[in-house]
């Protein structure tokens, strides 16, 4: 299921994202919208109908266990079952879930963090390639129509 966090948002260390662009609003203090913050403690950006909120989704794909090999003079990480392309628009990603020092675009980010015959489980998830735009109407975040 995809999931939904304001381009901005996105860093090392991102929130959570939650499940619709809209779960993103707070009420203000004397009404009105605004974004809420990526950090705890932070003030919401106020939001005027029609602003423009750019996003982009996330989506957890499938799970694997890892394992490094040794093949002679090389190292691999393997994947059973093995990591899956990304759906149109998105890029994939895996990682030990719970540590996003792991996250990686390929198997062989993972090489140095896993011992030798251990095996570690993972989640491949897909990210948008590109950032979709939410336009403030009414209280929610609605999709702006492309081409």
């Known amino acids: 299921m995809r999931q939904w966090i304001p381009t901005a948002h996105v860093d090392e260390i991102s929130p959570p994202p939650r499940l619709a662009p809209s779960d993103w609003l707070v009420v203000l203090p004397g009404g ?15 939001l005027e109908e029609g602003a423009v909120v750019k996003f982009e989704w996330v989506e957890t794909i499938g799970r694997a266990e ?23 628009g998105a890029l994939m990603q895996v990682w030990i879930p719970g540590d996003p020092d792991t996250i990686s675009d390929s198997l062989d980010g993972l090489e140095d ?5 251990d095996v570690e489980h993972v989640e491949f ?7 979709a735009p939410f336009t ?8 702006e129509k492309r081409g």
């Open 66 to 88: 890892v394992r490094l090999i040794e093949d002679g003079d090389s190292r691999r990480v393997e994947a059973d079952p093995p990591m899956p392309e990304p759906p149109p």
């Open 125 to 131: 998830f897909a990210v948008s390639a590109t950032s």
């Open 32 to 46: 009105g919208f605004g974004l809420d913050p990526a950090e705890e403690g932070e003030a919401p950006d106020r």
């Open 136 to 143: 403030l109407r009414g209280g929610a975040l609605v999709a």
């Open 113 to 117: 963090v896993l011992d030798l015959g």
